[in-house]
């Protein structure tokens, strides 16, 4: 099993940023992904940008392009998403995932495709 805890989220001003951090434990893969999702209340969780854990290579929603970015700490097992440039539309809950096996480029957005999932952090932007 894996475990996976998310941190960093809280109340920000439009134009502020912020940096979270999912900390992974347990089992550990030979090749999978880690990605942030967000969902925003009423709405569908959406892909925010993912990290294949070979290689490094990394992948955004459009509408986050430029303004946030997804790295990593191999030693610690953490992934991070740095979120910049906040706006009011970007207040969700965000969550970590973690997907066992890389699979496609066309799959990264897929919530069904990720094995485990996060609790979730709050982030909220004030306008």
């Known amino acids: 099993q894996v475990q996976l805890v998310e941190s960093g989220g809280g109340l920000v001003q439009a134009g502020g940023s912020l940096r979270l951090s999912c900390a992974a434990s347990?089992?550990?893969?030979?090749?999978?992904?880690m990605a942030w999702f967000r969902q925003a209340p009423g709405k569908e969780r959406d892909f925010v940008a993912a990290?294949?854990?070979?290689?490094?290579?990394?992948y955004y929603a459009d509408s986050v392009k430029g303004r946030f970015t997804i790295s990593r700490d191999n030693a610690k097992n953490t992934v991070f998403l740095q979120v910049n440039s906040l706006k009011p539309e970007d207040t969700a809950v965000y969550y970590c995932?973690?997907?066992?096996?890389?699979?496609?480029?066309?799959?990264?957005?897929?919530?069904?495709?990720?094995?485990?999932w996060g609790q979730g952090t709050q982030v909220t932007v004030s306008s």
């Open positions: 990290m294949r854990w070979s290689g490094g290579s990394t």
């Open positions: 995932a973690l997907k066992t096996i890389w699979g496609t480029i066309a799959t990264m957005g897929r919530t069904g495709t990720y094995d485990y």
């Open positions: 347990g089992r550990t893969f030979s090749s999978y992904a």
